[in-house]
């Protein structure tokens, strides 16, 4: 493989961001971005990945097409010479006429170590289920979810904080890396079938299963509260007050308190049992019924903790 691969990039996350950005200044040939579309414009969408991979785009003057039509994407590509297509967290299966145009087949970068979390989510459920390592898939890309022949893994560590954000970073500077270098070498020649064994699949994450369960273990709720930073974010309702969890630490301290009990806060955070140990609450966002939003952390935790909550408050009722 060469520099001058005429390559067309697919992708709509940080994820793949960073491996865009990595091939833009490896000088790689990126003759089209594809993309989703745009969102509408909204406080919260305001730094939609999409509109940053456009800025990429327009400011490496690289022709780029926003469109979840595969009909678009497939028009698009036929009247163009491809020699590569790489896909990064698109998040939509690509059909058997789109796969079929590149001179050398398409490759998929996947945040996971497959066959374990195929799927839309392979970061955030490798956190959510407790893993203690993950990594990266560079594989030949199939008609089916997942499941093409694998070129390259590399193993990553899970590490004690982890969030989403963290470790979708470095996972992504993980597989930029291997990308580049095996673009150097006749990469297509050398893959292996996937394993049948140990096959699990990522569902992407709702807004629903965000909601926090106090009668679960502290461990599981850490799980739980980093896999979902920064959406749909873990929370919890009190006194017509949304509270998103930004961040939390776990404690095996025991105390003899329905789970979801506020036992005491500090300048350290809210500290509330679960169902075994408890659990510190260091940063959270409080969203209240007006939609006036405040950000809680270290330096100004107790002050709005004095305000809000109060000692052996049952936060289920």
């Known amino acids: 493989m060469q520099e001058n691969l005429r390559i067309v990039f697919i992708g709509s996350s940080i994820f793949s961001l960073y491996h865009l950005i990595k091939l833009i200044k490896k000088k790689y040939r990126i003759i089209l971005i594809i993309t989703k579309p745009k969102p509408k414009f909204s406080k919260r969408n305001k730094k939609n990945l999409s509109n940053l991979i456009i800025k990429i785009s327009v400011k490496y003057n690289i022709p780029i097409l926003c469109s979840k039509s595969l009909d678009d994407i ?45 799927g839309a989510a392979p970061i955030q459920r490798a956190i959510y289920y407790g893993d203690c390592i993950t990594g990266v898939t560079i594989m030949k890309l199939s008609n089916n979810l997942d499941t093409g022949n694998i070129i390259y893994q590399k193993i990553c560590v899970i590490k004690k904080h982890d969030n989403n954000v963290t470790l979708c970073k470095r996972l992504a500077k993980i597989g930029s890396t291997i990308l580049v270098k095996l673009l150097q070498t ?3 020649n050398n893959s292996v079938s996937q394993n049948n064994i140990g096959i699990t699949y990522a569902k992407k994450l709702t807004k629903q299963e965000a909601r926090i369960d106090w009668s679960l273990s502290n461990t599981r709720l850490i799980n739980m509260i980093n896999a979902f930073n920064p959406w749909p974010m873990a929370f919890f309702c009190y006194q017509n007050n949304l509270i998103k969890i930004i961040s939390a630490i776990a404690s095996d301290y025991y105390i003899n308190q329905n789970p979801g009990t506020i036992i005491h806060y500090n300048k350290w955070g809210i500290y509330i049992t679960t169902g075994r140990g408890i659990i510190i609450l260091t940063s959270i966002k409080i969203i209240s019924k007006n939609n006036n939003v405040i950000t809680v952390s270290s330096n100004n935790i107790l002050p709005i903790a004095d305000k809000l909550f109060k000692i052996n408050t049952n936060l289920d009722k």
């Open 74 to 118: 497939q028009v698009t590509l036929s009247k163009l010479t491809v020699d590569l297509i790489i896909v990064a967290s698109y998040g939509k299966k690509l059909s058997d006429s789109i796969l079929n145009i590149p001179k050398f087949g398409c490759l998929n970068i996947h945040g996971s170590l497959l066959p374990r979390w195929r």
């Open 186 to 188: 006749n990469l297509f």
